[in-house]
């Protein structure tokens, strides 16, 4: 599974912007797609998750009711759309892919790994 991540850039606290993610390589309807985060000098911390076939999905607290992820079957895309964005939001966001189960939420449990795109919030 290939993916590459796009669609980041600079917002304002409170703003929103979409971020996607472009998947190729593989049948996905046994697939789970998700979002991690990274900030300088922190860990790599999962945001969103979501099933391929059902899009049924997961969210960690600090997102939820803020963030939504989707995806786009016709065209292998995955979707994150933030809102309400502030500093603590900004991070490199990296999409991943995994098979199993929906609540994995380490970065090992997903093998497949786009390249990171840059959300910056300014204050």
């Known amino acids: 599974v290939q993916l590459q991540a796009s669609g980041g850039g600079l917002v304002q606290a409170g703003g929103s912007l979409r971020i996607s993610c472009a998947v190729s390589g593989r049948t996905l309807s046994s697939y789970i797609m998700a979002w991690f985060r990274q900030a300088p000098g922190k860990e790599r911390d999962f945001v969103a998750s979501?099933?391929?076939?059902?899009?049924?999905?997961y969210y960690t607290d600090s997102v939820k009711g803020r963030f939504t992820i989707s995806r786009d079957n016709a065209k292998n895309m995955v979707y994150l759309q933030m809102k309400s964005l502030t500093p603590d939001d900004a991070a490199v966001y990296y999409c991943?892919?995994?098979?199993?189960?929906?609540?994995?939420?380490?970065?090992?449990?997903?093998?497949?790994w786009g390249q990171g795109t840059l959300v910056t919030v300014s204050s």
């Open positions: 979501i099933t391929w076939k059902h899009a049924g999905t």
């Open positions: 991943a892919a995994r098979e199993g189960s929906l609540y994995r939420t380490r970065q090992y449990d997903y093998p497949y």
